[in-house]
T-cell receptor
Framework: DGGITQSPKYLFRKEGQNVTLSCEQNLNHDAMYWYRQDPGQGLRLIYYSQIVNDFQKGDIAEGYSVSREKKESFPLTVTSAQKNPTAFYLC?????????????FGQGTRLTVV | AQKVTQAQTEISVVEKEDVTLDCVYETRDTTYYLFWYKQPPSGELVFLIRRNSFDEQNEISGRYSWNFQKSTSSFNFTITASQVVDSAVYFCALSGGSSNTGKLIFGQGTTLQVKP
């Protein structure tokens, strides 16, 4: 099946640890995105990448880092500098023409700091 | 700056009732896109519709319909004869502009509960 796969589904992190969330797509889409969702709030953009080896900060990039070494993969690292990392994280990829304004989402990773 | 406002935080209806979810947006761009996504309890966002700024035609898809009005910067979503399976969080989103990076600006979401 084609789509976007996020892993793990649930992740627990101790204070002061870095953790990496995986996002893989087999849709051959160029652009990929990471969003954060907090309870009762909409999604906010963390980072995005429009092409391999290039990425830009979104609205809430502080405490996060990303890489885009392959078209299929866009991992997100939540560093110890992120003061409140407990949230639901969603990865997305932008479709290609004619659906090149539609974002396809993974099933999300729920991160909890313990 | 771009902004999306969904003023209704939660809506509760009884099955078979019609329900309208409101969405108001702000943008200075002349070219933009509006979306509705559904988020069931599983968490994944499910695409429902995309509308571009040059197409104000209303759209109907089964029990779903959308009313896009540029004059009031609104893109409202109506579910006719609601069903329990419609219970979810619904997000309105905006993207576009000259760069069209595909970034989405989301509203806060409206939680719809349909009771049997």
């Amino acid at each position: 099946d084609g789509g976007i796969t996020q892993s793990p589904k649930y992740l627990f992190r101790k204070e002061g640890q870095n953790v990496t969330l995986s996002c893989e797509q087999n849709l051959n889409h160029d652009a990929m995105y990471w969003y954060r969702q907090d309870p009762g709030q909409g999604l906010r953009l963390i980072y995005y990448s429009q092409i391999v080896n290039d990425f830009q900060k979104g609205d809430i990039a502080e405490g996060y880092s990303v890489s885009r070494e392959k078209k299929e993969s866009f991992p997100l690292t939540v560093t110890s500098a992120q003061k409140n990392p407990t949230a639901f994280y969603l990865c997305a990829a932008l479709g290609t023409a004619p659906r090149n304004t539609e974002a396809f989402f993974g099933q999300g990773t729920r991160l909890t700091v313990v | 700056a771009q902004k999306v406002t969904q003023a209704q935080t939660e809506i509760s209806v009884v099955e078979k009732e019609d329900v309208t979810l409101d969405c108001v947006y702000e943008t200075r761009d002349t070219t933009y896109y509006l979306f509705w996504y559904k988020q069931p309890p599983s968490g994944e966002l499910v695409f429902l519709i995309r509308r571009n700024s040059f197409d104000e035609q209303n759209e109907i898809s089964g029990r779903y319909s959308w009313n896009f009005q540029k004059s009031t910067s609104s893109f409202n979503f109506t579910i006719t004869a609601s069903q329990v399976v419609d219970s979810a969080v619904y997000f309105c989103a905006l993207s576009g502009g000259s760069s069209n990076t595909g970034k989405l600006i989301f509203g806060q979401g409206t939680t719809l509960q349909v009771k049997p």
